[in-house]
């Protein structure tokens, strides 16, 4: 049974550039959602896609935007970086309608000098 | 709005020891689900758990243990017989019960407990 996977899974930027990352979810899972994971802090809830829509947003601005691909894949995109968003990006995927439970997968570090 | 207190912010055991891990949360909400994750130093975070709020049933599975209160709104986790393998980073997390879009609804974490266990 394939878990979350994401690519790649270290990744260095300088401020002003943008980054993609992606992420295929658990087999047999169609919903994905990204978190952030500053050092030392909890993951914050970036956004979330089901049917290829965004469905939920979390307090991030508009530098962070996403895309669901039709086999549910997703990507991350961030414009613009920052030094503050150098952190862990983390993908969650679960199931539609029916699966509460998030799994996630191994994350990706993402450094901005 | 949704909140999660994890206090601890770190501990040591000597391996066999016991500890448990508090949470305490804070919602509006009247159905909601608390989850437990684990993190290890590769960074992902695995599901160890999940209690529906409607259900204060206490739960044990294997060494590892949970004590739902929605009196103190707290969710504590136990280990029993800690093992240097329980060395890990270990998050608290709440959602309502499947969101607005009726998917999984967002998890809001407390910012963990740092467990470390020695011989």
């Known amino acids: 049974d394939a878990g979350v996977t994401q690519s790649p899974t270290h990744l260095i930027k300088t401020r002003g550039q943008q980054v993609t990352l992606r992420c295929s979810p658990k087999s047999g899972h169609d919903t994905v959602s990204w978190y952030q994971q500053a050092l030392g802090q909890g993951p914050q809830f970036i956004f979330q896609?089901?049917?290829?829509?965004?469905?939920q947003r979390g307090n991030f601005p508009d530098r962070f935007s996403g895309h669901q691909f039709p086999n549910y894949s997703s990507e991350l995109n961030v414009n613009a970086l920052l030094l503050g968003d150098s952190a862990l990006y983390l993908c969650?995927?679960?199931?539609?309608?029916?699966?509460?439970?998030?799994?996630f997968g191994p994350g990706k570090r993402l450094l901005v000098l | 709005a949704q909140k999660v207190t994890q206090a601890q912010t770190e501990i040591s055991v000597v391996e066999k020891e016991d500890v448990t891990l508090d949470c305490v949360y804070e919602?509006?909400?009247?159905?909601?689900?608390l989850f437990w994750y684990k993190q290890p130093p590769s960074g992902e975070l695995v599901f160890l758990i999940r209690r529906n709020s409607f259900d204060e049933q206490n739960e044990i599975s294997g060494r590892y243990s949970w004590n739902f209160q929605k009196s103190t709104s707290s969710f504590n986790f136990t280990i029993t017989a800690s093992q240097v393998v329980d060395s890990a980073v270990y998050f608290c997390a709440l959602s309502e019960a499947l969101g607005s879009a009726g998917t999984a609804s967002k998890l809001t974490f407390g910012t963990g407990t740092r467990l470390q266990v020695t011989l």
């Open positions: 969650a995927s679960s199931y539609g309608l029916i699966e509460e439970t998030q799994y």
């Open positions: 919602t509006r909400d009247t159905t909601y689900y």
């Open positions: 896609y089901y049917e290829e829509e965004e469905r």
